[in-house]
């Protein structure tokens, strides 16, 4: 059974192929790279000149993704987080965080804000819901015993400062 | 831009002020950095038991939701010992994730 749940805010058929350039990360599933794949993720969409705000955004929604795959699909085994960022015609990031872990059951439940499976840790549950609101279109398609795969898509604003 | 290619060590710094405690955090707080932060605040709040303590957030380069789960266990923590947390200055990076989770009705916020 695999479980998908899609949250478009910006409808506009379907989405571009025209991938303008592209990188390919793969990360063992340590703490310490959550910040790397940030830090990645941040070089990399800098080329299209996000704003402050834009990038800040992008940034925490691949925490928050990350995060996500090393806590709960690995649960703190090692596996190895999979992230792919494109760069679709001129001004859109589609960002992928797959990973082989243990899936989600019901992914309607896992993205309800505050839900949380670890209240003893402290964390917030608010991970899908960051993710939701900072970026345009959160997909997330899961199987469990596989794996998980977020695919998130943003468009950027300032259409003047375009992909060269 | 800054395009942010140093993921920066988070850190807490406490210090007592008459009966407020100051703790300054600065860095990027997320999931890897927050247990660490959780356990050195906690340990100062246990310890020196002050009525009022403030989170300067004013140096905080990157937060995300595990950083709100360290500011929520922290208010519960203060609570504990009747101690009155308040929020200091965090930066509007923080803030948009404080407000997606209603911060403002369980913690004061102030700005500089």
Known sequence: MTNTETIEKKRSGRPPENIRNEIRIELPSSSVNEGIARSVSSVFVSQLDPTFEELSDIKCAVSEAVTNAIVHGYRDKRGIVYITIKILDERTVRIEVRDKGCGIDDIKTAMQPLYTTDPEGERSGMGFTVMESFMDRLTVVSKPGSGTKVTMVKTLGNPKRTFK | ?112
């Open chain 2, 1 to 112: 831009m800054n395009s942010g290619m140093r993921s920066s060590k988070a850190e807490a710094v406490s210090t007592i002020d008459g009966h407020t405690m100051i703790i300054t955090l600065s860095g990027d707080i997320d999931h890897h950095s927050a247990k660490r932060i959780r356990g050195q605040i906690d340990s100062d709040l246990f310890i020196k038991r002050p009525k009022r303590a403030v989170l300067d957030m004013s140096a905080v380069e990157f937060m995300d939701s595990a950083g709100l789960g360290l500011i929520l266990g922290r208010i519960a923590c203060a609570e504990k010992i009747g101690c009155r947390l308040t929020l200091l200055s965090p930066s509007p990076q923080v803030m948009k994730i404080l407000d997606l989770a209603g911060a403002g009705r369980f913690i004061e916020i102030k700005q500089k």
